[in-house]
Structure formats: structure tokens, C-alpha cells
């Protein structure tokens, strides 16, 4: 970048612009990633939506490459770009809720954490992640799924405006009456259309909820993961509960014994009344004696953060994802046979449910085009030495490519690997790809951002 332009942008802007001679510079190009190493430009923390308007003002009128960073979970790393510009939106922390609307509009640079903690002091909460560390901005962006989907939906489907910075730099709020085309796509379409400053989402009550957590041995796995898939797609909506293979974690609550062995689990979440949560899930019996069951009463934001020192920030991570409506014998072996071969104590296997209250929002009503999907899978390397990352990456692409056939094609966006295709993107939206293209065309015609799981403007 010539320094001319560093020097105007850092005048123009209230917040700082770090480039690579700045001590900050190392970690202000750190994401949650190590796998990721890119060396931008520059990054510009932006401490709000004018900051946002002129940083776009900048890249643009100067030719520059230009990425976005929200919380910088993302696992390919697209919130950074060699030799290009990220727009840091991470000093743009802070929520606000009216309880009485049961509304929280919250920053562009939030955390999951952040909303939590300030939804949770009124007692309500609405669908994300499961690790309190992840932007608010990616995920919801992406779909969104968590412990509330199948009660309430996707973040998407709890979304009810956003605040977007155009590639033009001019500013709009986005509904369902205000620029209602937009509203559609950035519902799932990604980071495609514009830089979003701020989300209004619907809230639930939700407060303290029935917390279990279910372990068998993995040899075990074609037993539990047959009735697992059976199991909860007829179960209560108030009832979820992700399944998981990976390595037990030497700590409370589980025994000594279990520390280091790898099993086959499942992590619950009970909305409906606490005093109901043993007796819902005494079923956990009938496909093996589980090694380990736990259940308690914990307030929703803990329950939200319960992962976050498992996997801190600044380890090695190679991930891929996929949508599937059922899981055949064929692929609970797949399962199997990768739950065995875990290549490290961290590395995992989820599948999360993306049914029930999911299921009741219209296929065309967002831009997520996978209404019909049952579970969202992800399979992740994970581990902090990065001379494994060659196997992390191998493990996870095998796994991925013997599950890819029992899929439904596409993937949850935000699981996507950081060299996967386009044509991945093309079978994640389906045949909304056409009116995404159309979309994009008309607020980012330029293709100004393309550091993301990228939707080509249509062609004039």
C-alpha cells in the first residue's frame, strides 16, 4: 500500500490503522486459526459505521483488496488477505436490549459472549453458536445454528434488521420492508453484500436450562448413533442435543478412568422445564450403559461458553462441513471407523440438529437453502503444534470425502475448508444461487467483496 494512502486513512479515521511496521501489527493479523498466516497491508480498526464508510471509501477509490473481520473465528481465515485491507470491525463491542420488545441490537464486532451475557441478565437469548468466542457477524450471516434451533430456529430466522456499509459507501438498514431483497440474501448469503455495522434479532425467554452430557465408549458408536438419529427428530422441540465423537479432556466433570479415551457422545440442552430434565433423558439407556452421564441445572450463558477454554484461540484447525437429512448404516461405520482414527485429543466430529422450528420457516424466505436438512456436520483437525497440521488436514479430508456421498451436497457456509472450490459455494445455495448472483449484482457489482465464500455478480 503506497504510504500516502495508510497516512489519509489513518487521518480520515477515528480508529487506528495498523500496518506491518506497527508493534501491534502481529496481533492484529492473529485469528482464531494458526493454520492462518496472511500478512495484510494494513488493518483498520474501525470504532464505527463512519469509520466503516470511509475504510470502504479508501480500498475501493485505491484498487485495494479488501476483507472483513468480525470476531475472526472464521476457519479459512477470509477475514484477512495478502496485501489487501481488513476491515477490523472488533472495537464496535456492544449490545443493547429492550427487554420489553424482547430485542437486542448489537455491533458488527460482537461476540456470542457479548450477547449472551447482556441477553442473559433479562432472562432471554436467541439462537447462535456453541463457543462464545465467535462473531456475531460471521455466524449470523452464514445460517447461525445452536443449542435454541430447534426451538427457535436458526440466527437467521431471529433476525430482524441489519445496518450495512454498501460497496458504494453509501449506509442502509436492511428488513423486511426496507430493502427487502437484500434482507433475503444476507440471511445466509455470507459476507457477499456489504459490511454490516449492526444486528437487530428477535429474544426468547431462556434462562437457566437442563444441561446433560451422554458418553459411551467409541466401539459403541454404531449402537448409539443409530438411535441417536432416530431418536431426536421425534423428539420434544424443548429436547436437543448435538452428537459428537472426540477425546475425553482430562478434567471435572469427567472421571479420572475416561481422561484421554476417545468416545462417541452426546451434549444436551433442555428448554422445558428444569425439574424435567432427568426423567427426558433417561432414554440415553436404551442403545448402550453409557461410561459417563451427567445432568444439571446451568444458566444459558455458561452453558455457552462451556467449550471456550477447551479449544482457546491460537491452535491449529483444518475443517470441512456437510448437510445431511439421514444417517444411513453405511455412513454410522463411516463414523466409526474416523472416531477410531482421531489423529489428536482435540480433533472432533459434530452433528448438530437443524430441524423441528428450523423446518417451519419457508425454503424461500431466506437465503439458506437447505430447509430440508436434518443435521449439520463438521469434522475438524485440531491441535496445537503445527507440525500436525499436515495430518489434521488429512484426516479430516478423508473423513469428509467417505461422508460426502451420504450428504445432501452442500455444507453449512461456515464450515467451509479454506481451499475448497467454488463450485462448494454453488451446491451450498442451491438454485438461490441464481437470485443471490442477482442480488449481488445490484449492491456489489464490482465484486468488492470477495473475501468470503463468494457469490459472483450476475452478468449484466
Known amino acids: ?28 493479523r492473529q485469528v482464531y486459526n494458526a493454520m492462518i498466516d496472511k500478512r495484510p497491508a494494513a488493518v483498520v480498526r474501525c470504532s464505527d459505521a463512519a469509520d466503516v464508510r470511509e475504510a470502504v471509501g479508501f480500498i475501493r477509490d485505491n484498487g485495494l483488496e479488501l476483507a472483513v473481520r468480525g470476531g475472526g473465528h472464521s476457519g479459512p481465515g477470509l477475514c484477512l488477505v495478502d496485501g489487501g485491507v481488513t476491515v477490523d470491525l472488533s ?42 468466542m465467535t462473531g456475531v457477524g460471521g455466524l449470523t450471516l452464514g445460517g447461525g445454528h445452536g443449542y435454541l ?37 444476507l440471511r445466509g448469503g455470507g459476507g457477499n453484500f456489504g459490511i454490516v455495522t449492526s444486528f437487530t434479532y428477535r429474544l426468547h425467554p431462556v434462562d437457566t436450562v437442563g444441561v446433560g452430557i451422554t458418553v459411551w465408549p467409541v466401539d459403541r458408536t454404531h449402537e448409539v448413533l443409530t438411535w441417536y438419529r432416530d431418536f431426536l427428530p421425534q423428539a420434544s422441540e424443548d429436547v436437543y442435543g448435538f452428537f459428537n465423537l472426540f477425546s475425553v479432556p482430562p478434567g471435572p466433570p469427567f472421571p479420572e478412568e475416561l481422561h484421554g479415551q476417545k468416545v462417541c457422545g452426546v451434549v444436551w440442552c433442555h428448554t422445558g422445564a428444569l425439574d424435567r430434565t432427568e426423567d427426558v433423558l433417561r432414554v440415553v439407556g436404551d442403545p448402550a450403559p453409557p461410561a459417563f452421564h451427567f445432568t444439571a441445572p446451568m444458566p444459558y450463558d455458561a452453558l455457552q461458553s462451556m467449550f471456550d477454554e477447551l479449544i482457546p484461540s491460537g491452535y491449529q484447525w483444518y475443517w470441512r462441513g456437510d448437510l445431511f437429512d ?18 489428536t485429543p482435540l480433533s472432533l466430529m459434530h452433528l448438530y440438529p437443524v430441524d423441528a422450528a428450523a423446518h417451519r420457516v419457508g425454503r424461500e424466505d431466506t437465503a439458506w437453502s437447505y430447509r430440508d436438512a436434518v443435521w449439520s456436520g463438521v469434522f475438524a483437525g485440531i491441535d496445537p503444534d503445527p507440525a500436525n497440521a499436515g495430518t489434521l488436514r488429512e484426516w479430516c479430508v478423508d473423513y469428509w470425502e467417505e461422508m460426502h456421498p451420504h450428504s445432501m451436497g452442500g455444507t453449512y457456509v461456515n464450515f467451509m475448508g479454506q481451499d475448497e472450490q467454488q463450485g462448494r459455494v454453488r451446491a451450498t445455495y442451491r438454485d438461490h444461487y441464481d437470485r443471490l448472483a442477482q442480488v ?8 468488492l467483496f470477495h473475501a468470503n465464500q463468494n457469490i459472483e455478480p450476475a452478468a449484466p
Open 440 to 447: 449481488k449484482r445490484t449492491y456489489d457489482p464490482h465484486n
Open 1 to 28: 500500500m503506497d504510504s500516502a494512502v495508510l497516512d489519509a486513512m489513518q487521518t480520515s479515521l477515528r480508529g487506528p490503522v495498523v500496518g506491518p511496521q506497527s508493534p501491534e501489527y502481529g496481533p492484529a
Open 149 to 185: 434451533t430447534r426451538k427457535y430456529g436458526l440466527t437467521i430466522d431471529n433476525l430482524l434488521a441489519a445496518d450495512v456499509v454498501l460497496a458504494d459507501g453509501s449506509y442502509v438498514t436492511a428488513s423486511e420492508t426496507e430493502h427487502p431483497d437484500l434482507f433475503w440474501a
Open 326 to 343: 439421514r444417517v444411513p448404516d453405511a455412513a454410522v461405520d463411516v463414523h466409526l471407523k474416523y472416531g477410531e482414527a482421531l489423529p
Open 91 to 132: 472495537p464496535m463491542r456492544w449490545v443493547r436490549v429492550d427487554p420489553g420488545a424482547r430485542t437486542a441490537q448489537v455491533g458488527g464486532g460482537s461476540r456470542l459472549g457479548d450477547l449472551d451475557h447482556a441477553t442473559h441478565g433479562f432472562g432471554l437469548a436467541t439462537p447462535t453458536g456453541i463457543v462464545s
